[in-house]
Each structure stands twice: as C-alpha cells, then as structure tokens.
C-alpha cells in the first residue's frame, strides 16, 4: 500500500483558537512551528494545554494497522493559538 499524505498551513492568533480537524484517515501527524512565537497547542486531554517553541515540532507515530487508522478523516486533531502576535504552523498527516 502507498503512503499518502496531506500537509496543511495556518496562520495562529491570539484571539481566537484554530482547531484543526484530521483531513485523511492516518496513522502519523507532525506539527511544527515554523513562526517567531510560541504557540499553544490543546487536545482536549485532561493533560493540560502544550506549548511550541519557535522551530519546535511535536507529533504522533502509531505502527500501521489492518483494523482502522489511529486519526479518522474530519475528527478533531487539537486546538492551536499563538501566545503572542501570529504565527504559523504546518501539520502534515501521513496514512
């Protein structure tokens, strides 16, 4: 089976809080902070809302599964917003 993959750009804010929703069904999604300032990141976990860093990334690897993939098409990934000013993010999801 080929590996498909999809990567989406945002520009985060302070006001107002970006959720982004999982475009392919997929096992792996990587987010990095390609801007200037911190972004907050909120998975709706009972964890806590993350942070990352200018140039940081962060994401999920799951070993691939004949049952069901770990992410499904048009669920809700986590929620994002810049601590200060704008800044932007790129996810790439992965089947």
């Not at 302070?14 to 475009?23: A, D, N």
């Not at 799951?62 to 499904?72: E, G, H, K, T, Y």
């Amino acid at each position: 089976m080929a590996s498909r993959s999809y990567r989406k750009q945002v520009f985060t804010l302070t006001t107002e809080w970006y959720t982004l929703l999982v475009p392919i069904d997929c096992n792996y999604f990587v987010i990095r902070n390609r801007g200037n300032e911190t972004v907050e990141m909120d998975t709706g976990n009972s964890d806590g809302i993350d942070q990352l860093s200018p140039g940081g990334q962060d994401g999920v690897i799951v070993p691939m599964r004949d049952i069901a993939p770990r992410f499904s098409k048009d669920t809700e990934l986590m929620r994002v917003r810049s601590l200060v000013n704008t800044s932007l993010v790129t996810v790439t999801y992965v089947k």
